[in-house]
């Protein structure tokens, strides 16, 4: 019980710090014979940094409730 809130506090530090990321994808534009043309397309993808507060209560809570049990 303990390990996972660790892995969720964790995680809630890592997505109040960083709030997103941009998904690069690659597309197929053009594919006529030897000649391939790709296109690049970046996808951001975003959360509320409050997402992140809530999981690292969430994270300590656990931990707590693990400790209390044993």
């Known amino acids: 019980m303990k390990a996972i809130g660790v892995v969720v506090l964790v995680i809630g530090i890592l997505m109040t710090v960083f709030t997103g990321f941009n998904l690069v994808t690659k597309k197929k534009v053009v ?4 000649l391939e043309i ?33």
Do not use: C, F, H
Request: proline share 8%.
């Open 31 to 34: 594919d006529v014979g030897p």
């Open 38 to 70: 790709n296109k690049e397309e970046k996808t951001p993808i975003y959360w509320s940094p409050v997402t992140g507060g809530i999981l690292i209560v969430a994270g300590i809570v656990i931990m707590v409730l693990g400790q209390r049990r044993s």
